[in-house]
């Protein structure tokens, strides 16, 4: 198996766009935003983790030495911390202008507690998805409380692998991965009291490692079932896309009442990634057919990294200088996402691209996952 998960990508791309609404949304008044669906699609964060988790199980569940895990965590800190770090200086650039600007022109929220000193150094060293003594918010980028969850569990799941290929466990792997997952449930259970998972400046580390490793879980199931399940006609992969997909919307739209077992959503994106990963139902084809969603796939990680920022600038020009009203963004939403998808082509290519990792023998390929 050498291709690429091509549906999966496009998910990713789908989701990253409805977690910018999510972002939106708060500053609209027009029910295309302000409704129960998009107040609960911040869970979207935990279809990432999990696709994350899949698509890097995929690659690199054979690490068997330190330097093995040394270069696997270097490519990950390619992929990701150079457009984490353009953005977090991108938001201090801002904060500076805010209070250069402000004897001239009207600047709301002029002191945003969340972003100072101690927080820049927590989020610039991505620690900012673990709690920290006088952090009671996100800070700075928003979203970027993930990415800390993605590195600390990569972390944790390199250093997983190479203990269990150098103790000769690797049959039983899958009761290791297992075992981190309880763990990590257990963890926000003893937080919360509950199954609820939406954490983020604080405990978001452990809902990192929890989506990641159940993703891990989910292509071990799809590598030992693949080839016997491909054989199955296609309109049995339709019927459980379109299961699938339409539990994640109605759990999403519930999402007040399911939160509180937000535990359940890992099970619903383990099950979504499952079935779409095998590419034969009636909704991947149409998915596929469609050449802007493999665009959104491609640049979903800048997607999901540039657009607090840009809905922070796009919010100063058209409500504050322009003077347009909230319920104008039943409209503007979409010029403020063809604003980020542009954004997003420029990073992916001039930042993303230009500093992921390049082997020293060859180029590197072309990554799936973040």
């Known amino acids: 198996m050498k291709h690429r998960f091509e549906v999966l990508d496009i998910f990713r791309g789908l989701f990253a766009s409805l977690v910018f609404i999510f972002h939106l949304a708060p500053f609209s008044d027009t029910p295309i935003l302000n409704n129960q669906f998009i107040e609960n699609c911040d869970m979207f964060v935990d279809f990432f983790f999990v696709l994350s988790g899949f698509v890097i199980a ?64 927590s989020s610039l060293f991505l620690l900012n998805s673990t709690p920290f003594p006088g952090v009671a918010d996100v800070s700075w980028n928003i979203p970027s409380w993930s990415i800390s969850a993605e590195m600390i569990a990569y972390i944790v799941f390199g250093t997983l692998v190479v203990f269990i290929h150098s103790s000769g466990q690797f049959a039983r792997k899958n009761v290791f991965y ?27 580390f452990l ?93 979903s990680y800048s997607i999901y990294m540039t ?8 919010n100063v020009l058209f409500i504050r200088l322009l003077k347009f009203q909230p319920q104008d963004y039943s409209y503007l939403v979409i010029l403020n ?15 993303e691209m230009r500093f992921q990792y390049k082997s020293k023998r060859k180029p590197a390929q072309e990554e799936v996952g973040k």
């Open 207 to 299: 809902r990192g490692i929890m989506g990641f490793f159940t993703g891990v879980t989910c292509f071990n199931l799809f590598d030992n079932t693949h080839q016997t399940l491909r054989t199955w006609p296609p309109v049995i992969f339709s019927i459980a896309e379109v299961i699938t997909l339409s539990l994640i919307i109605l759990c999403i739209y519930e999402g007040q009442i399911m939160k509180p077992w937000g535990a359940v959503f890992e099970i619903l994106f383990f099950a979504c990634i499952y079935t779409f990963s095998f590419e034969k139902g009636i909704v991947s084809t149409g998915l596929k057919s469609i050449r802007l969603f493999h665009q959104l796939g491609k640049y």
């Open 337 to 351: 996402f063809a604003l980020i998808y542009f954004v997003s082509a420029w990073t992916y290519k001039n930042i």
């Open 178 to 204: 297992a075992l981190v997952i309880i763990i990590s449930l257990a963890g926000l259970w003893q937080v919360s009291t509950n199954f609820q998972i939406n954490y983020s400046f604080n405990y978001g």
């Open 58 to 121: 995929y690659s690199y569940q054979f690490l068997s030495d330190g330097p093995q895990l040394k270069l696997f965590l270097t490519k990950r800190i390619y992929r990701v911390y150079p457009l984490h770090l353009v953005m977090l200086l991108a938001f201090v650039g801002m904060e500076i202008a805010k209070n250069l600007l402000s004897p001239y022109i009207q600047v709301n929220n002029l002191v945003n507690p969340a972003n100072n000193i101690y927080t820049f150094f």
């Open 307 to 314: 657009h607090a920022l840009m809905i922070s600038l796009f």
